[in-house]
């Protein structure tokens, strides 16, 4: 289910500060460079691009930031768990850091770290609704239906507006309800059984 938010890329992260550019402007050039590419739909462009501030300058923070949005984008989650980790190194309080890596791993399959950075980013962060429903569907994956509703409704609760969770936690429902149906059907429940077959239709 791909009902994680995107993400938006901007020129320079408000969220953890600005870096001092100590090699010259040639790293900055490319910094704005790879950021047009990006904003073009070019990912891969714009990855050479922040590898070569990194390469100039490897404390420039941003460029990991913004090189792990590229790795995201073009479906190199590997890439973009590094590069996320990159900056939680230098940034271990900033709750969007570990989001992003959350997402990045639920991308892997890798439920219990998504839940572990997204747990991580609400214990920071505890109004950070998009974080609870990101840990809500990887909940979801794992089949702990009442710990995603329960995230969905934090969720919820913070953005009354917030559309994706409501799906989600209907999703979550109706597969609370398959599951809870076919242990009655199993054991003889006709209407269980019925109310099965109309919710696998």
Excluded: W
């Excluded at 230098?90 to 892997?108: F, M, Q, T, V, W």
């Excluded at 609704?129 to 990887?138: E, F, K, L, V």
Aim: aromatic letters at 16%; hydrophobic letters at 35%.
């Amino acid at each position: 289910m791909k009902r994680f938010r995107g993400i938006i890329l901007v020129s320079f992260l408000v969220i953890i500060g600005h870096p001092h550019i100590t090699e010259g402007a040639d790293a900055q050039y490319y910094f704005d460079r790879g950021n047009a590419f990006f904003n073009e739909g070019q990912p891969e462009k714009a990855i050479k691009d922040y590898t070569e501030v990194i390469s100039i300058n490897p404390n420039f923070i941003e460029a990991y930031y913004n090189r792990g949005q590229a790795y995201y984008r073009n479906g190199q989650y590997d890439e973009a768990i590094a590069d996320y980790t990159r900056v939680i190194d230098s940034y271990p309080d900033n709750a969007e850091i570990y989001n992003l890596r959350g997402l990045a791993y639920y991308k892997k399959g890798r439920y219990d770290n998504a839940i572990e950075d997204e747990t991580m980013a609400v214990s920071i962060k505890p109004d950070f609704a998009a974080a609870y429903h990101n840990r809500g569907i990887a909940y979801a994956k794992k089949g702990k239906y009442d710990a995603a509703i329960d995230d969905y409704n934090k969720a919820i609760a913070l953005e009354p507006g917030f559309i994706d969770a409501y799906f989600s936690r209907g999703v979550a429902y109706v597969r609370k309800a398959s599951s809870d149906f076919k242990k009655a059907c199993d054991k003889g429940n006709r209407f269980a059984c019925e109310n099965l077959k109309q919710i696998s239709e």
